[in-house]
């Protein structure tokens, strides 16, 4: 069968780095975040006999090979055991937004991937059991299945069963947040964040600080948000992001996903803070400066950061909807 789906990236305001188990990607925290609505994924996938191998399509071009390429197969592998089918697939997928440029690409379309490729295999999966096979392709797209603002629980038992992502506010939740994500570089970055994280575990000093403290940091977001306390909010996410970039940038050898762009949003961001205008910046693994602000304070931010030089583009965003099938498809 053929089928369609859309999903949409999220944005962790508490992150995750780092995982008990590889394989499963079972991460060593819990995480929240925020889905957003004008960042998507869009997949049509394709199960037939008529195939003899597997194909991918991304962005229009053809991937056959690389750590994408394994990605997708072994994902379309995953799914063909849970549907007892042999079939090989063809999947294409268009992303409205960079690519593997710390925006959470792998999010979106691992969960449209999941979403897709389980309808056209057969399958009647809920939102727990796709978020369970989404985590499988990539730890973020848990959270992807459900929009608005979501907490990917780590869970303790060794087969994931009780790791997935779960809604903890609907995307009605809270109008006046804004998250304007500024993009500084749309290219692929140096450092994938799987690679990254084992690397972190390996050979940073701090890790077992980060490890120690994140956890506290997920719990006491996830009540802030449902409380709305927007100034909390941001003093965490912040905080909790800089804390994350610091293991990343004291590994051996040291992982520095800022460009100088970067910097500057950051110390504008502060300075500003202390003008008045209340606003806080997160990173994920990656150069995009992500803004957390409340409606009020939107266009006048957007302004000044227009006058910023080396943002290629600014994208301001609210919370966004869950992952859901399509009737159009790509092929």
């Known amino acids: 069968m053929k089928a369609s789906a859309q999903a949409h990236s999220n944005i962790a305001l508490s992150k995750y780095w780092g995982k008990r188990d590889e394989k499963l990607i079972l991460p060593n925290n819990s995480s929240v975040s925020m889905t957003l609505d004008k960042f998507f994924t869009v997949t049509t996938v394709d199960f037939d006999s008529r195939y003899s191998i597997d194909s991918f399509v991304l962005n229009g071009e053809k991937v056959g090979e690389g750590q994408e390429w394994k990605e997708v197969q072994g994902h379309l592998d995953l799914i063909r055991s849970m549907a007892h089918t042999k079939a090989k697939a063809k999947v294409v997928s268009n992303n409205n937004f960079p690519t593997a440029a710390g925006l959470a690409s792998s999010a979106s379309g691992m969960a449209a991937l999941s979403l897709a490729g389980s309808k056209a295999a057969g399958l009647n999966l809920d939102k727990?059991?796709?978020s369970i096979l989404s985590r499988r392709g990539s730890g973020s797209a848990s959270r992807s299945i459900e929009g608005g603002f979501v907490e990917w629980i780590k869970g303790s038992k060794s087969d994931g069963t009780d790791s997935f992502g779960r809604q903890i506010a609907?995307?009605?939740h809270w109008p006046e947040l804004r998250m304007i994500?500024?993009?500084v570089k749309s290219g692929a970055k140096k450092w994938k964040s799987r690679a990254g994280m084992a690397q972190t575990i390996a050979t940073?000093?701090?890790y077992p600080v980060w490890e120690k403290t994140a956890q506290k940091d997920s719990d006491t977001m996830k009540e802030l948000v449902i409380k709305k306390d927007f100034s909390a909010v941001g003093k965490l996410a912040e905080f909790n992001a800089l804390k994350m970039h610091a293991t990343m940038m004291t590994t051996q050898p040291p992982i520095l996903y800022w460009h100088p762009v970067t910097m500057e949003i950051m110390q504008d961001i502060i300075t500003w803070r202390d003008e008045g205008i209340e606003s806080?910046?997160?990173i994920d693994?990656?150069?995009q400066?992500?803004?957390l602000c409340l409606e009020k304070n939107e266009h006048k931010l957007v302004r000044r950061l227009n006058d910023i030089k080396g943002i290629e583009k600014i994208?301001?965003?609210k919370a966004g909807p869950d992952a859901k099938i399509l009737e159009k498809h790509l092929f």
Request: aromatic fraction near 12%.
């Open 128 to 130: 727990k059991e796709l």
């Open 170 to 172: 609907k995307e009605t």
């Open 181 to 183: 994500v500024n993009i």
């Open 204 to 206: 940073c000093p701090y």
């Open 280 to 282: 806080y910046f997160t």
């Open 285 to 287: 693994a990656g150069p």
């Open 289 to 291: 400066v992500k803004i």
């Open 315 to 317: 994208e301001s965003c």
